[in-house]
């Protein structure tokens, strides 16, 4: 009853404070677009910051209510487009149509650390437990200017090392989400000679990496990441760098999901890496298959064979029945490093083969393999597949202990990415073979 | 004829290449958001770097024609909206509302240098001789991105001095477009102690200032300009310094017209300026009434009195009186720094009182003088008259010798401000004492 | 028998490489000085740097032996000098009597990392077990050098934190000698805003701190160390800052000793942060006795009493009795930090005294405190003596868990420095009653 | 009688002004070594700084006279060191016999401007119109020091182009000693991409460079130097570049006269021209033999002829005659650029055997041309003479319009440089044809 009574309370302390700002935001936008509204964008940034848990999902929902373009403008200004389509009726409909929401943030953006404030929250936005549905045209306009502020022109890329900075190291240690990074120690030799790390910054969020890869050079192409990972593993000498290998890719801003800053890093990477290493042919990935093996014991119970001709997915089964007799009915087996270290090569042999068909045929729905979609999108081809390459906990658990070679070869990363786009998947003959 | 053959021939080949550009802006378009597009964008950059004076019209008018959003498809989205306002039919709205133009100008802007081919872009537009009309879409689309891309949020204010790079110095001495700059000498007498200069880079367009503002650290608020123009004026001392004089600002890059900047450069020169030297206590300008002397020669002959009470305009017209009785009919005299420097008291006090007229009550005005505008809208205050105050060639013709101190106070700016939005000059006691 | 031919073959070998090395040496050195003579010395750096531990004595040895001047030439010069002291002779007369190393030296600081290795090579001399005796006249001319080459005005203090290279910060971690830093969170909190470090830096080493001092802004002046050190203590607020502490001093690089360089750096701090924080009105050290227990037990069995007054004696003499009732004859008990820390109100009073006596009387002396040596000659004062201080263990067993505090008081350094040089410690009157 | 007077009064006035400077020089060396004298530095800067020209005198005497080494100290330590040349005798040899100005120097030397200050005392010890002589121990010691300080090790070389600071390109313009600079336009033709000019800096003089060299990037070796100086010549194409021609040395800084940069700088900046750019196979000079024509003169009035042998001898004489035939009987017509461009063959023949010839043979003596001995003693090769090379007034004046290019092969230096010190100047085989 008291507790009931403390939430009301805090509930209308939250909308009086949401109503205070969006008073605020309202003469924010007031100003005639000249204004220097340097002090009340201040404002708003100061109070957007200080909303707490209660007090968001009601700015929220004022922000997604409010600030839209009004439907009758809208309809009368299409229909004098339909009309006449000059530019002048072009012009008029743009501006009815645009939502006020845009210009709002734009003005916050003036203020400084105004791009901060934005970003953090989407953030929060995409973080809230409640029902984000209702505020889809908020987060729509916030990734609208987004793209536009993060262009890969806007963005500059460093070399992340030991004479970085230590509050940007700090960074990416917290950041790496593929292959967690254990202390200083575990840093420092990633950043060795032999091992390379990249970051794009924006001059807006200055002393903040939004995105970094690491990169391993190497003398074949891995098959395997822990050797990758073994922090005292002898650093390798330059002459004998034959291939770059992009074994670990973190975002490091929430607020910026969905903004293509993944694909320009490695391309520019790779650019970089062959401006001063010539003698760098290959660049590739060893990357996981986080759904694999999620996939196969559905499989295992008859599920989503993503539309493989008939006589492949008859092969499929036959090699889901061979695991089945390793690793159990419901494969639980597959989700132990033992056994599935222990794998015969029969076993392996079928593994590869799922694996490779799963890729194949998921990577073009939406619902496939989202390494795999990112990859393949880019332009890579995928090359090879790894059985027993990373049994480490969470490579066993998503992927089986499979991992995956993308190739990016840069001749041709444009033509491959058509022919993903229209619907095919390139990939290696070795991978072939493996079916 | 033969001529006619030629010119013909230009087109043909013209319209070829726009044909080609065209084609490559579509295959950039058509590539998915996320996908790298770098290799086109960059060849669309070269392509429009390439483009001549015969071929550019064709290109703004293919990009004004086409790259439109469909009338039926906006209809249709803005009946929908109309139906539900629900988030889904808005972001549908803006997706088919907002022209193609403005991703593919997002694309072309991931290019390395596509900032600055855009920019160039929107400037030889401005430029052109042909009608412009027909291309208020395209250039509607290049200032609504540019305001975003140039928000005062991404821009870095920079001292400018003698240790700044030459290629700077070289364009400020270059761009400086209300006091000429004599060489370099002229220039160095301009960044001693006692004068500063500041301007807006944009990181996308390094090296290359946008705007740039000129001040003067002076004793008190100045009455004449020549003294602070002076290339062997004594230096001053630092600890006389009470009153800062924007004395000129100026923008380099005209392809960012309309795009705001100089009300945010003097905000944020007057805030490092107090920083630094907590004596100065007072902001203000000297600046012109550009169009002060085609007023008075108009009104002399019975011309626009922008809206002034009765009694006001019968008291103006007594002073132009005064004003013919030394200058002729037609106010030729006005126009010849002799005769103007030699203006009787009675007929400085004419001046001066037509002057103060004039500003109040045209700054209300569209058609009133650009300047005041400027820095009325700005929230400054309009300070002092001074006659005889610039008797150089282009203060002569312009602004019959006249300038104004407009005042930045900057505890007022925004209330005055409001006060000249709401339709209220602000102005000093001076002043109305003029009238 | 075989080891002993083993070690005969390694010194043969040895003392070929310093044959060699001797050689381009004396190339180096036969160039006139004009001349550009960068390969030569790039090779005897290079060689300089080949040196194993069996090579290098023999190194020193030639160095020592050949290199000098010749007594006759000197000999000569100095009765021409004593004929007549003209310039002439003068010039003449260093010109003989300089040896040859210090122009070695001098040319090989002009190679590329020159400066670098020669450092080394004094640390490598000064930590040699060999009797350096003999190689006195190298250690003295690469002491001379150096001197010149570190002078203050060559090296640039630089603010060490957060936003540091982590290669410096982990060699401040590595290097700190006073207060061990446990890892990379306890160095963050000593870069917290209530915590400074600052480092020398000389452009030829660069990346490469010569020396630093951690600073604690704190409300007073601190009786104890350990609540400075505590990684999980509370950041204190700026407002609240009144006095700074250096509470640790390390030397970076062994080749240095004896170049001034603490004492230059402390008093840059002290102005560097008294311009940042005008509030901060006190500088004060918390620092160790190192030798203070080894003197109490010393005294004890009745020791070396520097030349106190008879009655300043016996009354020290009472206080070691004092201590002696507590922690046995030979005043063992003195370091065990759970004993120190029981110690009763006049057990410590008779500390204190007995440190304040020390102190004061010692420190005139060549054997006296070396800490208290360096604070006092650099015009500190003696503050207070803090019993119970430091109960870490070296706080025990060096200094029986007594600290510190000196204080710099900027106006009165140059005074007291010379009171000091004159024979005389300044203390504060709080000393003086402790006794 | 009153001018007398003044002046006793100045000269009274001068030396009460230098007596308490070296008050407080005395007090600098007082302190001990360790000693934070800082204060103390800094005030001498102050007071040395504002000697003027009658008290400049004064200091440099007393500065001769005193602060030299003890003649009695001197001759004993010098016997003792003669009796046992251990090693603690030779650290005391050396302590007593240097004069205590260089500790006095180091010690200001530490002083915020300390080095700037000393730097231009030097300049105006040499500047001097007195007798110098009886200051030369003063000078040698300041020469000693800034040979240790001003080491290429310590140097910075660094590019200046148009994106240098202004003030640092002004100091360029200024200080151009061989073919003046015409202001800002003619510098910017100078930094074009087939120009370059590097300069040598040092930490502690900063933003004011020592010395500078300009180079042109050319398809071959230059005969004349006017193209190269051309304000509008058109800029050369980055793949035609294949010699790299040194046409211009300068100084800034007199105060540095005798301290080795020049050599230095050349070697340096060759090697990073040939880093840049390796197809550049050749790197040259373009060198004017400034004691040409007052050699010929005197060779016509039967001079110097450097110890030739008698039948070289002869043929100079005989091209001497050669040469008067057309210039007259005192060569008067050499100093005219309109007779010297109308040379015919076989006077152009004489006039570039006796260059030959006069450069071989003179270059090996104090009073030979000073720029051969420069690039001959720093192991260039005489290449080429050429005539009609330079007819601007200077080098009509100095060089009767002759040139020399001096080659510059990387593998080959150090051995003409031996040569050259042994005596023998190498030279290409078609300087020998000239003669």
Not at 161 to 174: D, G, K, P, R
Request: proline share 4%.
């Amino acid at each position: 009853m008291l507790e009931q009574l403390r939430d009301h309370a805090h509930t209308i302390v939250a909308k009086r404070h949401v109503g205070k700002l969006i008073a605020i935001c309202r003469r924010l936008l007031s100003e005639p677009a000249e204004a220097n509204s340097f002090a009340v964008a201040r404002n708003v940034v100061r109070e957007i910051e200080a909303l707490d848990a209660t007090s968001l999902p009601h700015f929220f929902d004022v922000l997604a209510k409010e600030f839209n373009p009004s439907p009758d403008d809208v309809l009368e200004a299409a229909l004098r487009y339909k009309e006449d389509t000059n530019a002048q009726n072009l012009v008029h409909l743009m501006r009815v149509a645009e939502p006020q929401r845009q210009e709002l943030f734009r003005r916050i953006n003036r203020a400084p650390d105004g791009t901060r404030t934005l970003v953090r929250l989407r953030r929060r936005l995409l973080e809230s437990k409640s029902d984000q549905r209702r505020w889809a045209a908020v987060e729509a306009d916030l990734f609208h200017l987004f793209s536009s502020w993060f262009s890969p022109g806007f963005l500059e890329m460093r070399t992340v090392n030991w004479n970085s900075q230590a509050h940007v190291l700090e960074q990416v240690i917290q950041h790496e989400a593929v292959h967690a990074i254990d202390g200083w120690d575990d840093l420092r030799r990633r950043l060795q000679p032999d091992r390379r790390c990249f970051a794009f910054f924006h001059p807006q969020l200055a002393g903040t990496p939004l995105i970094f890869v690491e990169v391993a050079l190497l003398a074949e192409m891995p098959s395997e990441i822990a050797p990758l990972l073994d922090k005292r593993a002898v650093v390798g000498a330059e002459k004998s760098f034959k291939v770059a290998v992009f074994y670990s890719i973190s975002n490091c801003e929430p607020g910026l999901r969905g903004v293509s800053l993944g694909n320009f890093l490695i391309k520019r990477v790779a650019q970089a890496l062959q401006d001063e290493m010539p003698q760098i042919k290959k660049f590739c990935t060893l990357s996981p298959i986080p759904t694999l093996r999620r996939w196969l014991v559905d499989a295992a119970n008859g599920g989503d064979w993503f539309g493989m001709p008939t006589q492949m997915q008859r092969r499929c089964e036959a090699h889901v029945a061979t695991l089945q007799n390793s690793f159990g009915d419901q494969l639980e087996g597959l989700g132990q490093a033992e056994r599935v270290s222990a794998l015969g090569k029969a076993e392996a042999a079928s593994l590869s083969a799922l694996a490779a068909a799963y890729l194949i045929y998921s990577a073009r729905k939406e619902n496939g393999d989202p390494v795999a979609r990112f990859h393949l999108d880019n332009g890579a081809r995928l090359e090879r597949i790894n059985v027993h390459a990373n049994l480490a906990a969470t490579g066993i658990k998503q992927s089986a202990g499979t991992m995956v070679n993308y190739l990016y070869d840069l001749d041709k990363v444009e033509d491959q990415r058509k022919s993903f786009v229209a619907g095919k998947v390139v990939f290696a003959r070795g991978v072939v073979k493996d079916l």
